[in-house]
């Protein structure tokens, strides 16, 4: 699996499971095992998210890992950092629940209506 993989699955998550962080008082700790939980375990995983993506080679906070351990930890480490990052932006783009919702079915269907007497219903 590809980190946008893994990435997009975190979003996906973060959308499914939006009732229960938004009622959460601490809703960054379910974030963070949210991200968590889909960091690859398996060598070849991590592997091929490394191929997909050099720069995992890398950690944007050298204190989550020692480096010694060995490259795969590093490649743990960093993905978490991106998954992490997903889960929370994902989260803050989340619609408010009083946003106005448009009917974009209703708009496509007329917008080219050439008398536009139905246009105004749909704003």
């Given amino acids: 699996m590809s980190i ?4 997009q699955a975190v ?12 009622e959460s008082i601490y809703p960054s700790d ?5 991200a968590d939980s ?7 995983e991590l592997a091929a998210c490394l191929a997909d993506d050099q720069s995992l080679a890398d950690v944007d906070d050298p204190g989550l ?4 351990k060995g490259v795969y930890p590093i490649i743990q480490a960093a993905i ?3 998954l992490s990052q997903a889960a929370f932006e994902a989260f803050e783009n989340l619609p408010d629940e009083g946003a106005e919702k448009i009917d ?11 008398s536009g007497k139905n246009l105004g219903a749909a704003l």
Wanted: glycine share 0%; proline share 7%.
């Fill in 4 to 7: 946008y993989q893994l990435e």
């Fill in 11 to 22: 979003k996906a998550e973060v959308i499914e499971r939006v009732d229960e962080l938004k």
């Fill in 30 to 34: 379910l974030l963070s095992e949210l």
């Fill in 38 to 44: 889909h960091i690859p375990v398996y060598y070849q």
């Fill in 65 to 68: 890992i020692d480096p010694s």
């Fill in 80 to 82: 978490y950092e991106r």
């Fill in 104 to 114: 974009l079915i209703f708009l496509v269907k007329n917008i080219c209506d050439p």
